[in-house]
Nanobody
Framework: QVQLVESGGGLVQAGDSLRLSCAAS????????MGWFRQAPGKERDFVAV????????YYADSVKGRFTISRDYAKNTVYLEMNSLKPADTAVYYC????????????????????WGQGTQVTVSP
């Protein structure tokens, strides 16, 4: 089992930056990928970014490419999501996810693949 705890959400203005953190515990040696997803009210949970845990390869949704950066601190079992140039459309609950699957990184953009999820952290971007 893997446990995930997100932190770092909050209320910011358009154009601001915010960094989310997700700390993993438990059987972290089995993690192959960690990803970020987000869900706005009344909408489906959407892919944001994913990182291959061991080698650091990354993959992003087109909507955040160039603005968001996913990274990880291997020693701290923590993944980060640096969000710059935030827009009101980025407002959502952001979820961290982890999985042991050794699939292609693009395949890991599907939320249904992930076995482990955090509780979510709210990000609100005002105009």
């Amino acid at each position: 089992q893997v446990q995930l705890v997100e932190s770092g959400g909050g209320l910011v203005q358009a154009g601001d930056s915010l960094r989310l953190s997700c700390a993993a515990s438990g059987r972290t040696s089995s993690i192959a990928y960690m990803g970020w997803f987000r869900q706005a009210p009344g909408k489906e949970r959407d892919f944001v970014a994913v990182i291959r845990w061991s080698v650091g390869n990354t993959y992003y949704a087109d909507s955040v490419k160039g603005r968001f950066t996913i990274s990880r601190d291997y020693a701290k079992n923590t993944v980060y999501l640096e969000m710059n140039s935030l827009k009101p459309a980025d407002t959502a609950v952001y979820y961290c996810a982890a999985d042991e699957s050794l699939m292609s990184i693009a395949f890991m953009s599907q939320s249904r693949v992930y076995d482990y999820w955090g509780q979510g952290t709210q990000v609100t971007v005002s105009p």
